[in-house]
């Protein structure tokens, strides 16, 4: 039986066809002022309007001893009040627009992202318009950010995820010593010592004009990014000025550090730095690597086809080249994460403990094999046709645009998708295998473990005996005599090198 | 004369307001013009072309979750069916499966919950011939062998492990566990850890799930995107048009009414912030019967946000950093329960009081008008912001999909909305938040707040 129903068209959202890319506005009449402040449009016409407001400063600008005030100050303008509205009055306002306001500190952009409804422009970019410019910087506000603060990193992070708390961790130690050394967040003593004062002092130094990018996407109306150009005029006219990020410097050789707590099983982390951030000659040759090696949880990678597929050693296992936070929580990454230093990682998903050696090793054989003999000819052709259909996914949405297009302004290059497919069309397969071969080189791997028995796990590591594993199940010759080899796989290590850290010690 | 004027001129202002406002109400909350399709074998298409360009979202929605789980010891394997629809069909190793979603420059994958199972994949739309042909071949002829399987529920148990660092995962199991007795929403969707444990064993019974359920009545087919009906209608009929409808239909436990207030604590291993789940039983999914509609807005109202309870216990005293509510719209009863997370366990009881005293407050209290406008106005423009690409749209869609098999039953949701009124909301309330039908579970590493648990007996 066939049956049809065909519901008219009820035009309440339009869409656009393709969204523009328009670069900067920079000729528009305004002020003197006002002409400083950057933009980046992407005018479609779609009822949703997005803003992305965008700072270059954060977490590598906090001063010494006060790590933690660029996120404290962020988070006071988009989860405080303003001079003029209680945060429980901002709250109310935004309520039957649906609507939030809400910001992403990381080491040198901090950014203010929102989308409304166009019926609600003028509401919603008033609230913002004061939560930016005219902070109300309450006590009350700030002992409650604050405390959000602390409890994310004490228990959030350090007892309640302990993926990324091996991720943050592992920055961290490669960062030892170095602007991005710190937990976006700040550090636990720095962060109990901070006060409004220094809030009020990093809004000043750093919410200036000439830190300011103006990013808007979707269907505003022709005359309004004047109006924010105009109203934004009314910062600080400050400068830009950024050194130059240097390249961490680390202590040559391994170096294994595992987090104790009282946990199920065993995360893993692995990592070193790489010179080539987007933009630079190489990215799209190691953007590829990455992509065949672990492309973030797809099945359709090396690494989790070895270590979950033929072995079902955990629930997934990838490989990165910029960072990506909350991976557990989300399949695309955040736009406006854009950093002059990036690491190359390995993530290993929890394993069962008595597997912890064996996984870790098998991510050192792997990488090694990576390293050593490059990527196939067949694999080679078969991702860069999924990464040049892939960018559309990535920036499917007008506010995902709209971000992209910030973070190319950013990295000084043209569209990401643009950009990406004219990359990808130039790269040869000895390009990328040159690639890996010179970038994805180290002696110096840093790896982070988190698990219960730690001092256990250290002298299994240390005792370089073979670990072995089990199976419930027969495997293939083939995949048991690559366990061998991986089972008594070198681990390269110092014993100094390898220590156990306990999780009340993390961010501290 | 200008009075005049200026009367005229208001009138005719809020005349226009008024219409604008009328429009609003008759526009739909789901605007998309789409088709429905069905097959003789049961088979449903749902077809919504957008002018989003280029991709195609494409969600293949089982109405089978955890719920379905009636054997006792067999819990999870919804979910771990999930997972083996990756593990190859007649015609497809894993291998060639992965190959072609590549080249597609796919983004693919699926989740389960207690009432459905969602594979989808938002790909290049010229590549929809081939996703169709290779997700046939998986939904009519899956093919694994014992290996491949106990090789995958390891990967389940992975899946377990790296959720179980998270509190939540500890508290909600309990709270599931404690609140249901008969009814299989009394696991959670990645089953009991000892079954989870069991699961290598089960290889023959593992098929026998995939014969019940992954049937075409069981199915809906929804595309979203650069597509059109036409194409989407002939490719279906093409592959999954000899698909045999089954003959299988779980006989679901009913749960028997709550008779008494249930506590229960998770003591949990290492140092965390107390929580605390406080839960009522509460209605299933209707589109036509007000009371989940009711209670929906009653929790924004409430619970939410913009609420008194959270404005002083998040803003004010500052005694809790999260507050949130968990109401799912389920095909049986579902519970309505408020999730705490509280900074000092000193007041734990005290933040327990106020919520207890909230859901009393509205047995009795009205709703103000202005507030449950808002809030209709609210839900309205949420779903508007989140509907802004095709893969959202059907991503949001789907749940819906799985309950009634038509986007439809999105916009009658609305329209009952539109109807509740504040007695409405306060008769409902009187009828779900009874003491007998509650159920609070704390979760604290300290052993002092058991006695707080102790103590809610008297707490009525």
């Not at chain 1, 008219?8 to 528009?28: E, R, S």
């Not at chain 1, 990324?164 to 550090?187: D, F, Q, R, V, W």
């Not at chain 2, 216990?313 to 500052?318: D, I, P, R, Y």
């Amino acid at each position: 039986m066939m049956r049809k129903i065909v519901v008219a068209l009820v035009i309440l959202l339009t869409f656009a066809l393709v969204p523009v890319f328009l670069p900067a506005i920079d000729g528009q009449e305004e002020s003197k002022t006002a002409n400083k402040i950057e933009t980046v449009l992407v005018p479609d016409r779609s009822p949703l309007v997005s803003f992305r407001l965008l700072f270059l400063t954060g977490a590598a600008d906090d001063p010494k001893g006060k790590e933690g005030v660029a996120a404290l100050t962020a988070a006071m303008l988009a989860r405080g009040g303003s001079r003029a509205r209680s945060y429980d009055r901002i709250v109310e306002a935004m309520y039957p627009m649906a609507t939030s306001f809400d910001s992403q500190v990381d080491k040198e952009m901090t950014v203010f992202s929102g989308t409304t409804h166009v019926d609600n422009l003028e509401l919603y970019y008033a609230l913002v318009r004061e939560m930016l410019l005219d902070p109300g910087f309450r006590q009350e506000d700030f002992t409650r950010i604050k405390t959000d603060a602390i409890n994310f990193l004490k228990v959030s992070l350090r007892a309640g995820n302990d993926e990324e708390l091996a991720k943050e961790h592992l920055y961290n130690i490669i960062y030892a010593n170095h602007p991005y050394g710190h937990h976006n967040l700040g550090s636990l003593g720095a962060l109990e010592k901070l006060t409004l004062d220094d809030v009020r002092d990093f809004y000043r130094a750093h919410y200036t004009g000439a830190n300011l990018i103006i990013g808007l996407a979707g269907g505003y109306p022709a005359g309004f990014p004047k109006q924010v150009i105009a109203d934004f005029a009314r910062l600080a006219e400050g400068k830009r000025e950024r050194s130059k990020i240097a390249m961490p410097k680390l202590a040559p050789g391994m170096r294994i550090e595992i987090i104790e707590r009282e946990t199920r099983s065993t995360a893993i982390s692995l990592g070193f730095p790489i010179d080539v951030e987007r933009g630079d000659k190489d990215w799209a040759a190691l953007a590829l690597a990455a992509s065949y090696f672990g492309q973030h949880r797809s099945s359709n990678s090396y690494l989790f086809q070895k270590l979950r597929g033929e072995r079902g050693l955990n629930y997934g296992d990838y490989a990165y080249i910029e960072y990506f936070p909350r991976g557990m929580f989300q399949f695309t990454p955040a736009p406006n994460l854009g950093r002059e230093q990036q690491i190359f990682q390995i993530w290993i998903r929890p394993v069962e403990p008595q597997n912890a050696v064996f996984a870790m090793r098998a991510a050192l054989y792997e990488y090694d094999k990576l390293q050593r003999e490059g990527m196939p000819r067949e694999a080679f052709e078969i991702t860069r046709q999924f990464l040049l259909k892939y960018s559309n996914v990535l920036t499917q949405t007008q506010d995902a645009q709209l971000g992209y297009a910030l973070d190319s302004r950013y990295y000084g290059i043209p569209e990401f998708g643009a950009y990406l497919r004219e990359q990808l069309s130039k790269l040869t397969l000895e390009d990328v295998n040159r690639a890996i071969s010179q970038h994805l080189r180290t002696e110096n791997m840093r790896i982070v473990m988190v698990t219960k028995d730690a001092e256990a796990l250290r002298q299994a590591i240390l005792s370089g005996k073979p670990s072995s594993i089990t199976y419930p199940s027969p495997k293939p010759k083939e995949i048991l005599a690559e366990d061998k080899i991986i089972e008594a796989y070198p681990i390269k290590v110092k014993q100094e090198a390898v220590v156990v850290v306990p999780a009340e010690q993390v961010f501290n | 004369m200008k009075t005049f004027l200026l009367i005229v001129f208001l009138l005719w202002l809020s005349m226009a307001a008024a219409a604008q406002t009328r429009a609003k109400q008759e526009q739909k909350v789901f605007p998309y013009a789409y088709t429905i399709d069905d097959l003789p074998n049961g088979l449903r298409l749902v077809t919504v072309p957008t002018d989003y360009p280029n991709l195609v979202a494409q969600y293949i929605v089982v109405s089978t979750g955890s719920r379905n789980e009636v054997e006792p010891g067999k819990s999870g394997y919804a979910h771990l069916f999930e997972h083996m629809m990756f593990r190859g069909s007649q015609n497809y190793t894993p291998e060639e499966q992965d190959a072609i979603l590549k080249r597609a420059g796919a983004s693919s994958n699926a989740y389960t919950s207690d009432d459905r199972t969602v594979y989808h994949e938002t790909f290049a739309k010229e590549d929809l011939d081939e996703i169709i042909k290779m997700e046939a071949d998986r939904f009519l002829r899956l093919k694994y062998s014992p290996d491949v399987y106990r090789t995958e529920t390891q990967a389940v148990l992975g899946e377990y492990n790296k959720n179980s660092a998270n509190p939540i995962s500890g508290l909600y199991e309990k709270l599931r566990e404690t609140a249901f007795g008969k009814h299989t929403y009394e696991h959670t969707t990645m089953g009991f850890l000892k079954d989870i444990k069991d699961m290598p064993n089960q290889y023959d019974y593992s098929l026998e799930f995939y014969r019940r359920y992954y049937r075409p009545e069981y199915t809906t087919i929804l595309f979203v995107g650069d597509v059109t009906r036409e194409r989407a209608l002939k490719l279906v009929k093409q592959y999954f048009g000899e698909w045999q409808r089954g003959n299988y239909s779980p006989k679901l436990p009913v749960e028997p009414e709550q008779k008494e207030p249930r506590t229960a604590h998770v003591e949990w291993p290492s140092p965390t912030l107390p929580r605390l789940a406080i839960a009522f039983r509460g209605p299933a999914y209707s589109d036509q019967e007000k009371d989940k509609a009711a209670l929906d807005l009653l929790a924004a109202i409430a619970f939410g946000e913009n609420s008194d309870l959270y404005q002083r216990l998040v803003l004010k005293e500052q005694k809790v950093d999260a507050l949130e509510i968990s109401f799912d719209n389920q095909i049986d009863p579902e519970l309505f329960t408020v999730f705490v997370r509280v900074k000092d366990l000193k007041g734990v009881d005290d933040v327990r009081d106020q919520i207890l005293v909230t859901f009393k407050r509205y047995t009795k209290e009205l709703i103000p008008q202005e507030k449950l406008d808002a809030t209709r106005s609210r839900l309205r423009y949420r779903t508007a912001l989140a509907m802004n690409s095709s893969d959202a749209i059907a991503n949001a869609l789907a749940p819906f999909i799985a309950l009634r098999r038509t986007p439809e039953t999105i916009n009658q949701l609305f329209a009952l909305y539109q109807r509740i009124t504040p007695e409405d909301i306060r008769a409902v309330a009187s009828r779900y938040f009874v003491d007998d039908h509650r159920t609070i579970v704390t979760l604290a590493h300290d052993s002092e707040a058991k006695r707080t648990v102790n103590k809610q007996g008297e707490h009525r």
